[in-house]
């Protein structure tokens, strides 16, 4: 079940994210962050926001160009910074997918 898109504001502050090797992701604070909130989740309280609902929120994004195309070059940049093994996963699940599938048929 997917869940409602919502753009968070970006602190001033943030001017780079880093990865676990020290990497930096240059943070535009002029762009929105995409949320995936939970069909029951209330986009008030984000104290419970995790990365996942951010990556989730940029792929569904990008994935429905819901955004102008420099926000989903951005976005997937980010994802990619985020989740650099991401394609891999895709392709893991599409083909975990694609025998589910076939064993229905």
Known sequence: ???????????????????KSGE???I?????????????????????????????G???VIEEKQ???EWLDYYSGFVLFLRPDILEICQTHEEKQSLIGESKS
Do not use: C, H, T
Request: without cysteine.
């Open 1 to 19: 079940m997917k869940g409602r898109i919502v753009f968070l504001p970006v602190p001033d502050s943030f001017k780079n994210q880093y990865n």
């Open 58 to 60: 940029m792929l569904r």
């Open 28 to 56: 535009n604070p002029r762009i929105p962050i995409p949320v995936e909130i939970p069909q029951d989740g209330d986009e008030s309280n984000i104290s419970n926001l995790s990365m996942d609902m951010i990556i989730s």
């Open 67 to 69: 955004a102008k195309k």
């Open 24 to 26: 930096a992701f240059p």
